[in-house]
């Protein structure tokens, strides 16, 4: 997942990390769940959330609801990564092991195609031993014309 | 919804209740977002959710793994009512309408189909004035021989 | 599903036979499979197809893909009731039971929600004996600005 | 996907092959559709089926269902090849382009995880072109203590 691993474009690479910055700056979401983008890059994005005590639904094990939280938030940061605005149009999740207080979960997000608006990821959250906790496909739909941050063909020169 | 049309069999309506109860005490997600378990039945649940400034993403409108999560809650209520510890397989989403900060999202939880065990649920996300926000489906899974609560049989006599 | 029953406007109706009737004439794998479009109606659709030999996969029943294609089959009459191009952007199936040769299966389609171009239909299929087999949801796109059958406004009139 | 290029053990690879033989002796629907299971390993599989008129839907173009059938083929073959019964629980597909008469589609299966009983696949089709047609997720489940073919430990000695 590192940049130098898969050698994006450096401009793919730097648009990628100013649509984060702007989305980040609004994202009150993300930041009320602990959760951190570790990493993005063109059509790829690493989150991670420590499982707090908050997460946790009436058996004692961390709420599907916010694994997903967690993978959609990955997925979002890789689909709008180039500067197109971006929504989820929909997601399913395979709910393969439970998580705990105090796991680290890793959601590792990919995409598999990109056909006209239309877009298909792959997010893999893992827990901290390295074991698959879920799987999330999620579909994208850009929104027309719309970018998230300046395209800055020129906005940026003096 | 109500009971009374649905005219689900008293013991089965109380079990479902009690299941409730027992699922709420220790449900810390559920609390921490706000989330309020409307009424549960037989195979069915109701649950509310405010839609507050911390559940907004970058684009200012309600996080979908937000969303997810009110729906996976109100599954989870209903595919354990019948007192067999169920978990979610997995779920799949289609978002259909953003949610707004302000936004009051209910999601309503039915069963369509159970199979030895495994069921298939359905959950329909709308917002104050009725519109859809967001469909659910959600593939549960009962764990063997294992109840939520003492099943009663005399358990509640003196 | 009858038509008395849900009073659907006649002239709904009757574009939704129209549309049926068009797709009809050139719907090779339907009539390959021995599919048979029992009923159409404003956003719904009920399809019919008995399991042949033909249709067993190794272990001796019913291949899923060839449930799902009844299922996709019940789906694209009824997404394309109203008279716009629609296509399948995705399905997903649940298998609940097994199909057998000689079982007839009925796929029965209705729409959930319909938002601008995209819509979510739900299909339960069923056998002879009313057990379901499986649950499939759809996603469909309308293409923009294409009908299937011209739009009759006057054409019918001599 | 070839056998050189991921070194399964030998034993595992043969396994594969003893199971195909087994599925394929009895496989109708494969059959019926001119689907070739070009090779099979250890979790994987690649399927592939030539177009013809009579998988086109009313649209003139290869119905969804028979895509669907042919990836649901590959995965069959991929999440019984290390011979425990495998059923397919549920699968989602995306349909992200169009597939024509004469076109020959190719279903490649990858095990994404398997945990206890359930496994995740993906199956990605391609057409001649290489394009992607449709993305498959499907969710299997083992059957209790069923192989497909006889273990071979000793019964394969005379």
């Known amino acids: ?18 649509v984060r910055d702007a989305m980040l700056a609004d994202d009150h979401a993300t ?10 890059g063109p059509a790829r994005a690493l989150a991670r959330m420590p499982v707090r005590r908050d997460m946790l639904n009436g058996f004692g094990i961390c709420h599907g609801g916010l694994i997903t939280t967690l993978a959609d938030t990955a997925f979002a940061y890789a689909c709008n990564s180039a500067n197109h605005v971006t929504v989820a149009a929909g ?16 959601a590792l997000c990919e995409q598999r195609t990109q056909q006209a608006r239309t877009g ?9 031993h390295g074991h698959v906790v879920a799987l ?9 014309s719309r970018q998230v941050v300046p395209d800055g063909q020129g906005a940026d020169q003096p």
Not at 31 to 40: D, N, T
Not at 136 to 144: A, F, N, P, V
């Open 31 to 40: 930041r009320a769940l602990g959760i951190e983008i570790v990493e993005v």
């Open 136 to 144: 999330m496909r999620g579909r994208s739909h850009r929104l027309k």
């Open 91 to 106: 997601v399913s999740v395979d709910f393969v092991a439970p998580a705990h207080e105090g796991d680290v979960l890793a």
């Open 120 to 128: 298909v990821y792959d997010v893999l959250v893992s827990n901290q």
């Open 1 to 18: 997942m590192s940049s130098s691993a898969n050698h994006p474009q450096p401009a793919a690479q730097q648009l990628a990390e100013r």
